[in-house]
């Protein structure tokens, strides 16, 4: 419980340190920003069934074309906020991910076979959407730009800021909550040995179904924000590459920790503008380097920055407690 204040109060500090940075970003930077952070949202909504249900899934990029596609949609034909419209793809994303997760649940799939099976699935989604008239094609689904709050339309880039930053912070707040919740520990007992969470009485098929669908209805709407936030909806926003992603920097950070799917696109999402910046003139050296610095830290670390901090800490407290016991039996004899 103590530990879970102190995790609360990180998040204000999240918050707070956010809003304190805003004042003070170009425009350049604030988009960058921006990205970062939803890259942090997307990643900690995939920590749910990636991290916390050992879940290997690669759908991801088709929950989030399901939020900015379906409010779009209902914009453009029915004039509908996508406020209220991102709920609409939302179901439909929590839909999609329950019908995976009852195939998985029934078939009894291998982990490598259920993430080839998403992935399969990510690319399916990306051809209907190039070949898609009704969903724009190759081009996509433009909207208007506008200053409406209303229809989540801003010509200042600071509100979507202020908006994803609030959203990551709610997310951060939900995992915890999540983590320590029945259902968190149910996930995460199916996680570490399933057989076992079965005899002791849990429900699986009920549980990693609730991880699941929260997790694809949590993408979903990420996905509606990005489309408001580009003015453009396309195929590249369901792009394999989008989990790849994902995945990856949840795994620098830590999968199935809290801070993790933060800190890894926090760091990575930046430290890959500023290469492709600096490396302009030398064509894909600037992402061979971010690619390189990626496997050098997972080979290093493996279990990611938060999950090695944490060991480390853990271990000097460790020390400092067997130093302090032998001083005091020291003391003692002498």
């Known amino acids: 419980m103590q530990k879970n204040v102190f995790q609360y ?41 990636g991290g916390l249900a050992g879940q290997f899934s690669f759908a991801h990029p088709v929950y989030v074309a399901c939020g900015g596609y379906t409010s779009t949609i209902l914009l453009q034909h029915l004039q509908v906020s996508p406020w209220i419209g991102m709920f609409a793809g939302a179901l439909l994303a929590m839909v999609l991910a329950a019908i995976l997760c009852w195939i998985n649940f029934r078939q009894q799939l291998p982990m490598l076979t259920y993430a080839l099976i998403t992935l399969a699935l990510t690319i399916i989604g990306v051809i209907t959407l190039h070949t898609s008239s009704f969903l724009g094609g190759h081009e996509g689904l ?30 951060l707040l939900l995992t915890i909550a999540l983590r320590a919740s029945r259902i968190g520990a149910r996930l995460v007992a199916i996680r570490d040995n399933q057989d076992a969470a079965r005899m002791l009485g849990v429900d699986v098929l009920r549980a990693t179904m609730a991880g699941s669908t929260i997790s694809a209805g949590l993408g979903a709407l990420g996905g509606t924000f990005y489309a408001q936030y580009l003015s453009v909806v396309d195929p590249s926003i369901a792009h394999v590459e989008l989990a790849v992603q994902i995945v990856l920097m949840t795994a620098v950070g830590g999968i199935g920790t809290v801070w993790g799917p933060l800190f890894g696109p926090l760091a990575l999402v930046p430290m890959e503008r500023i ?21 050098v830290v997972l080979l290093v670390l493996r279990d990611g920055v938060v999950t090695w901090a944490a060991k480390r800490i853990r271990q000097r407290r460790m020390a400092a407690l067997i130093a302090e016991s032998r001083s005091r039996e020291n003391g003692a004899t002498g």
């Open 9 to 49: 109060l990180a998040v204000l500090a999240v918050f707070l340190a956010g809003l304190a940075v805003s004042g003070s970003l170009s425009r350049s930077a604030i988009d960058i920003a921006i990205v970062a952070l939803w890259f942090a949202y997307l990643c900690q909504t995939w920590n749910i069934v």
């Open 142 to 171: 433009f909207i208007p730009k506008a200053n409406s709050p209303l229809t989540f339309r801003f010509l200042d880039r600071a509100a979507y800021f202020y908006i994803i930053l609030a959203a990551v912070c709610l997310m």
């Open 275 to 295: 290469l492709s910046r600096e490396f302009v003139q030398l064509a894909g050296l600037g992402q061979l380097f971010y690619g390189v610095l990626i496997i």
